[in-house]
């Protein structure tokens, strides 16, 4: 197991280091001038040229990528110009806040999702198969700002029961110490329960937004998947041999079935992680998506540049887990890697 | 910013490693005094002060602690607001401050923005507009009420049919919404043009429906306009060209003298804000003439010649004045804004 991590570690190296590339390239050709703009309004050519001097901007690209890749190596993703803060410290402070809300609305769309496609296979063209369809259809053609905003007016606006839409806390809440940056485990860990109460209601409706949105993809893949293995031949023989409905639904096609669910858990929380800047704004959620955009309007490079790093490197650990789990699930996997 | 700062340069330099202006030190620390002092600070999220008590240079404030929220989504911020779970709003669209406003379940207080205007600047040294008779054809093509009914919901003041010159700024400009005189001066100057009309994507809330609308209505009169939105971050390298011939942008000044406004937008310094890249030594003289005016006499005389004298030139159009809007719990008093449009904390105060 080891090696087989070990060896899937050194194939994603060019990848990473393509990503290094491309990053650095890519905010060099972003319109707008990073000098002119912090420079303000009053500033004279030579006091653009003298900002433009001091943050390397005036220097040959290789030379820039050189500083760039050297700092990078001892950790340093350099420092956002608009929050005046180190873009590591930032990136740190905000990652957990689009990761919480991230898997909490990937277990509230699995929790939903996993069953419904297994039903919708087994019992195909029933009631529940078209069900399982339209939840799918409206889930992923309503765009998240929409069912954001459509939650707030509802549960917050109308009938009350929803906290204000005001980020991670509300306002009288204190964080706990910071362990894990996840606000409900952290929470818990020191039991106090008040806080992870007021944790939990805020985080309810920003995870019910990602939730519907990511429910399509899961639906789908979960019943295509299980329509698949249910005519498989080994499915025909436990029927044969007497087996029970369940044993042979839960046990033998559920877990044959879930290698692409596993699929395409990991590609829908990779990109809900990034792509939830919509629901961070709706929800004033203090996430890395929110984070990037804001740089990115400011022309503000290193934050953009460590963003996308991390997520390139988000996404190499998030298939490596994929890999790992799919050993686990099916050993002939494990064999063949 | 212009806004000025008093450190404690000492503790700021025993802290600094160095630097002489203690740059790294004070992104995370807090070196100065005032009523309120900082308790948390995250960047982007919020910002928590609570009262100075031993604050001495005024009277203490009435509130113990201010959480400031960044809230991104107008939206929210709009039902946080009517759901009474904040006390102060700001830097809402025109359309929701009008529907407040309307709904009357929260104050809105909105006085025109100090030294703030919207205009068309028109470029004065490259394309059509060198010509001042179509800079005037705009000025008069364009629908003044329409623009501020559709684009600030009416929360403005129109800049149209100004008759006497005043010592103010912003003031109307002599020009109404006139289509036959405005096509008669595009015929005079051998129309029909095309041209090109750019604004801050950042601000296309307000921008775009002007932009629509001059759209429309320059037609009408024989001018081709294609609209341009400007991504926010290109928009300063894109007016500091200077070649654009059409720029609509919302400029407003913090100090609030008309002097300074021309200095900024249509002086001979050509300071990025001189968006017409106008060029005028007359201008010039009359406005420095008041920006060093010995007396009060001297300074409205040459006020009063440089407003004459843009009425004419009209390197900017201005459209309207837009209000600057607050939206206040009916509990809440005392509300003062400082001149970079940023409410005080220290006269606040709130009933129960």
Same mark, same amino acid.
């Given at each position: 197991m080891l090696r087989m991590i070990g060896q899937r570690l050194m194939t994603t190296i060019p990848s990473v280091i393509g990503v290094i590339i491309v990053t650095f390239l890519l905010t060099r050709v972003l319109p707008g001038d990073t000098a002119a703009y912090f420079a303000?309004?009053?500033?004279?050519p030579e006091a653009i040229a003298d900002i433009r001097g001091k943050l390397g901007l005036d220097q040959p690209l290789p030379v820039q990528f050189v500083s760039y890749v050297s700092a990078l190596a001892k950790g340093d993703l350099g420092q956002s110009l608009?929050?005046?803060?180190?873009v590591t410290a930032d990136l740190a402070q905000r990652l957990p806040a689009s990761a919480e809300l991230t898997l909490a609305g990937l277990l509230l769309a699995m929790s939903v999702a996993l069953p419904l496609g297994v039903l919708a296979a087994v019992k195909q063209g029933s009631w529940i198969d078209h069900l399982c369809r339209v939840v799918a259809t409206a889930g992923v053609s309503l765009p998240v700002f929409f069912t954001g905003l459509l939650l707030v007016y509802v549960?917050?606006?109308?009938?009350?029961?929803?906290?204000?839409?005001?980020?991670?806390?509300?306002?009288?809440a204190s964080e706990p110490p910071?362990?894990?940056?996840?606000l409900l485990v952290d929470t818990l860990l020191v039991g106090d329960f008040a806080t992870f109460r007021s944790a939990f209601a805020q985080l309810m409706l920003p995870a019910l937004t990602l939730g519907i949105f990511s429910l399509a993809p899961i639906t789908r893949m979960t019943r295509a998947s299980m329509l698949a293995v249910l005519g498989a031949d080994f499915v025909r023989t436990a029927r044969a041999s007497g087996l029970t409905n369940g044993k042979v639904i839960g046990t033998y096609a559920f877990r044959n079935a879930m290698l692409p669910v596993v699929t395409t858990l990991g590609m829908v929380f990779s990109f809900l992680l990034g792509a939830n800047v919509l629901v961070e704004k709706v929800f004033a959620w203090p996430g890395v998506g929110s984070y990037a955009v804001e740089a990115l309007i400011a022309s503000d490079y290193a934050p953009i540049q460590g963003f996308v790093l991390t997520m390139a490197i988000l996404y190499v650990l998030l298939n490596l887990m994929i890999d790992v789990l799919y050993g686990v699930i099916d050993p002939r996997v494990r064999l063949e890697g | 910013m212009t806004i000025p700062f008093v450190f404690d340069s000492e503790l700021a330099i025993k802290n600094s490693?160095?630097? /002489? @202006?203690a740059k790294e030190y004070l992104k995370n620390n807090i070196a100065g005094g005032g009523a309120?002092?900082?308790e948390s600070w995250k960047p982007g999220v919020e910002t928590i002060y609570v009262r100075n008590?031993?604050?001495?240079?005024?009277k203490l404030p009435q509130l113990r602690r201010i959480i400031a929220r960044d809230i991104a989504s107008p939206s929210t911020r709009r039902a946080l607001m009517e759901r009474g779970d904040a006390d102060v709003s700001y830097g809402l669209p025109p359309k929701d401050f009008k529907d407040l406003l309307d709904a009357g379940k929260v104050n809105v207080v909105g006085v025109p923005?100090?030294?703030g205007v919207w205009g068309c600047y028109l470029n004065t040294?490259?394309? /059509? @507009?060198?010509?001042v008779r179509l800079r005037q054809a705009v000025a008069w093509a364009m629908p003044y009420d329409k623009i501020l009914q559709a684009s600030l919901f009416g929360r403005g003041v129109s800049?149209?049919?100004?008759t006497t010159p005043k010592v103010a700024w912003p003031q109307p400009f002599?020009?109404?919404?006139?289509v036959a005189k405005a096509k008669a001066l595009v015929d005079a100057a051998g129309g029909p043009f095309s041209t090109t009309l750019y604004f801050d994507a950042g601000n296309a809330t307000v921008a775009e429906p002007i932009a629509v609308l001059m759209k429309e209505a320059l037609a009408a009169i024989g001018i081709t306009v294609e609209i341009n939105k400007v991504p926010g971050a290109n928009f300063r390298t894109e007016i500091a060209?200077?070649?654009?011939p059409m720029v609509l942008n919302r400029f407003a000044g913090w100090l609030d003298y008309p002097d300074y406004y021309l200095f900024w937008?249509?002086?001979?310094?050509?300071?990025?804000?001189?968006i017409a890249a106008y060029q005028n030594p007359a201008l010039d003289k009359l406005v420095d003439a008041a920006r060093f005016a010995p007396d009060k006499a001297a300074y409205d005389s040459s006020v009063i010649d440089f407003i004459k004298l843009i009425n004419s030139e009209v390197p900017m159009v201005p459209i309207n004045q837009p209000t600057h809007d607050v939206a206040l719990q009916k509990?809440?008093?005392?509300y003062q804004f400082q001149p970079c449009r940023e409410?005080?904390?220290?006269?606040l105060t709130k009933g129960v």
């Open positions: 303000g309004p009053a500033a004279t608009t929050t005046g803060q180190r549960f917050y606006f109308i009938l009350g029961w929803a906290p204000a839409p005001l980020g991670r806390l509300d306002v009288f910071r362990v894990t940056g996840l | 490693g160095g630097d /002489p @202006f309120y002092k900082v008590d031993a604050w001495k240079s005024g923005i100090p030294n040294q490259v394309g /059509p @507009f060198k010509d800049m149209a049919g100004g002599p020009y109404t919404h006139d060209k200077k070649t654009n937008t249509m002086h001979g310094n050509n300071s990025i804000f001189n509990n809440i008093g005392g409410p005080d904390f220290r006269y």
